[in-house]
């Protein structure tokens, strides 16, 4: 059986008023119990979705992977590998093809930070961490990886150093240059070509990277009132963040630099988690109130003044503690919880069809904080049957793999 990649993204992730609690000297750590609270749910936003119609998927727990001591709080997929990375800074790569059970995974790093984000480029690993780092791997040989650069770049600290207006302030009297990420990098994301890496961070910010030489090209500070936990990119360039605020904001870049199109508020508690459809229509946010909203473009998309106009058409309900992390592949959603649980949920043909969930997949012991998927077969043509692969990773330490076999509707 082969697989293709398809990338997908402990986090209501955290507030600023809790970092400012923090010693300045302390690397921040990330807000378990508040992330996990059950905030209230959205009322006045109508369901999308029907009862679960299991008939139309089969699915089966086929391995749980062992071997990190902590959370697992990230994953990434590439053609032959599964990464995972830990929230106490290690990284291990494991074989895709079974018996993954049999494996203790090879350790690409450790003690860096812990591992809030993960992205494959080429042959590069992307990781984001707590300690406000970027770091790029390059393979070695099948088992070994090297650390081939640090962001921001030894070029890009020494050129702005000297240079008044590089600074921006951080806090109350200090400054860091604004290349600097001064907190924990929550996300990351790439642009369709690859020619762009995103990066979000709690710092309130998020930066855009060249990926050829890792050049900081632009910071775009106080993009949120709090800290940014989500950022994703669709395939038309539209820029999407999520952030402790409870807002979700749209940017666009306009000449040389990304500019506010729109901000989506809707929900009532942090956003924890964003995943953005294959054609880039469709935005779907998770947050602590226990919703995955579906927003979707107006007809006429981006107008003649610049904004993108952008309505919440429904919620997806089904979770009772907080959405951690959402992936979309095909029509499936997929969405990971607080609850233990992760869900799956196919988009109809039509508009008025709504949403179903197909399935629950129960297992875990404790919050679902990752997923990534992949998947085989006419998974874009909705009148052929597909399978997809499914790992999740989560606070019991372990990630495990599920295998699902997604009937034509």
Request: charged share 20%; net charge positive; proline share 3%.
């Given at each position: 059986?082969?697989?293709?990649?398809?990338?997908?993204?402990?986090?209501?992730?955290?507030?600023?008023?809790?970092?400012?609690?923090?010693s300045t000297h302390h690397q921040s750590e990330p807000s378990t119990s508040s992330s996990l609270l059950s905030q209230p749910s959205l009322p006045l936003?109508?369901?999308?979705?029907?009862?679960?119609?299991?008939?139309?998927?089969?699915?089966?727990?086929?391995?749980?992977?062992?071997?990190?001591?902590?959370?697992?709080?990230?994953?990434?997929?590439?053609?032959?590998?599964?990464?995972?990375?830990?929230?106490?800074?290690?990284i291990r790569v494991w074989p895709r093809e079974p018996p993954l059970e049999c494996s203790t995974g090879n350790i690409v790093a450790a003690g860096s930070?812990?591992?809030?984000?993960?992205?494959?480029?080429?042959?590069?690993?992307?990781?984001?961490?707590?300690?406000?780092?970027?770091?790029?791997?390059?393979?070695?040989?099948?088992?070994?990886?090297?650390?081939?650069?640090?962001?921001?770049?030894?070029?890009?600290?020494?050129?702005?150093?000297?240079?008044?207006?590089?600074?921006?302030?951080?806090?109350?009297?200090?400054?860091?240059?604004?290349?600097?990420?001064?907190?924990?990098?929550?996300?990351?994301?790439?642009?369709?070509?690859?020619?762009?890496?995103?990066?979000?961070?709690?710092?309130?910010?998020?930066?855009?990277?060249?990926?050829?030489?890792?050049?900081?090209?632009?910071?775009?500070?106080?993009?949120?009132?709090?800290?940014?936990?989500?950022?994703?990119?669709?395939?038309?360039?539209?820029?999407?963040?999520?952030?402790?605020?409870?807002?979700?904001?749209?940017?666009?870049?306009?000449?040389?630099?990304?500019?506010?199109?729109?901000?989506?508020?809707?929900?009532?508690?942090?956003?924890?988690?964003?995943?953005?459809?294959?054609?880039?229509?469709?935005?779907?946010?998770?947050?602590?109130?226990?919703?995955?909203?579906?927003?979707?473009?107006?007809?006429?998309?981006?107008?003649?003044?610049?904004?993108?106009?952008?309505?919440?058409?429904?919620?997806?309900?089904?979770?009772?503690?907080?959405?951690?992390?959402?992936?979309?592949?095909?029509?499936?959603?997929?969405?990971?919880?607080?609850?233990?649980?992760?869900?799956?949920?196919?988009?109809?043909?039509?508009?008025?069809?709504?949403?179903?969930?197909?399935?629950?997949?129960?297992?875990?012991?404790?919050?679902?904080?990752?997923?990534?998927?992949?998947?085989?077969?006419?998974?874009?043509?909705?009148?052929?049957?597909?399978?997809?692969?499914?790992?999740?990773?989560?606070?019991?330490?372990?990630?495990?793999?599920?295998?699902?076999?997604?009937?034509?509707?």
């Amino acid at each position: 059986m082969s697989f293709f990649p398809c990338y997908c993204p402990l986090s209501c992730n955290k507030t600023r008023s809790e970092c400012q609690k923090k010693s300045t000297h302390h690397q921040s750590e990330p807000s378990t119990s508040s992330s996990l609270l059950s905030q209230p749910s959205l009322p006045l936003v109508p369901s999308l979705s029907s009862l679960l119609q299991s008939s139309t998927v089969e699915h089966q727990c086929v391995a749980t992977i062992k071997g990190h001591s902590s959370y697992v709080s990230s994953l990434a997929l590439s053609r032959k590998s599964l990464f995972t990375g830990s929230s106490h800074g290690e990284i291990r790569v494991w074989p895709r093809e079974p018996p993954l059970e049999c494996s203790t995974g090879n350790i690409v790093a450790a003690g860096s930070g812990g591992v809030k984000s993960l992205v494959i480029l080429g042959d590069k690993l992307i990781s984001a961490h707590q300690d406000h780092k970027i770091r790029v791997w390059k393979p070695i040989d099948d088992a070994k990886y090297k650390c081939v650069a640090t962001l921001p770049t030894m070029n890009d600290r020494f050129t702005s150093l000297f240079t008044q207006k590089s600074y921006v302030e951080v806090r109350r009297h200090k400054k860091r240059t604004w290349v600097h990420h001064v907190d924990a990098v929550s996300s990351l994301a790439l642009s369709l070509d690859g020619s762009l890496l995103y990066s979000a961070s709690w710092d309130r910010s998020f930066k855009i990277w060249r990926t050829s030489d890792f050049k900081c090209l632009e910071s775009i500070e106080k993009a949120h009132d709090d800290a940014v936990n989500a950022i994703v990119v669709s395939r038309d360039a539209f820029c999407y963040t999520g952030s402790a605020d409870k807002t979700i904001k749209v940017w666009s870049k306009k000449d040389k630099n990304h500019s506010l199109v729109a901000t989506l508020k809707k929900h009532l508690s942090a956003v924890n988690a964003l995943a953005v459809s294959e054609d880039g229509k469709v935005l779907y946010s998770g947050a602590c109130d226990r919703s995955i909203l579906v927003w979707e473009r107006l007809s006429h998309g981006d107008d003649a003044d610049g904004e993108l106009h952008m309505t919440v058409v429904g919620a997806l309900r089904g979770h009772t503690k907080a959405i951690m992390c959402l992936a979309v592949v095909s029509d499936l959603v997929l969405s990971g919880s607080a609850d233990k649980s992760l869900r799956v949920w196919r988009r109809g043909l039509l508009e008025k069809d709504g949403y179903s969930c197909l399935a629950v997949l129960e297992g875990h012991t404790k919050p679902v904080k990752c997923l990534a998927v992949s998947v085989s077969g006419s998974g874009s043509d909705s009148n052929s049957d597909y399978s997809c692969v499914v790992y999740s990773g989560s606070l019991d330490l372990s990630v495990k793999v599920w295998n699902l076999r997604v009937s034509a509707v």
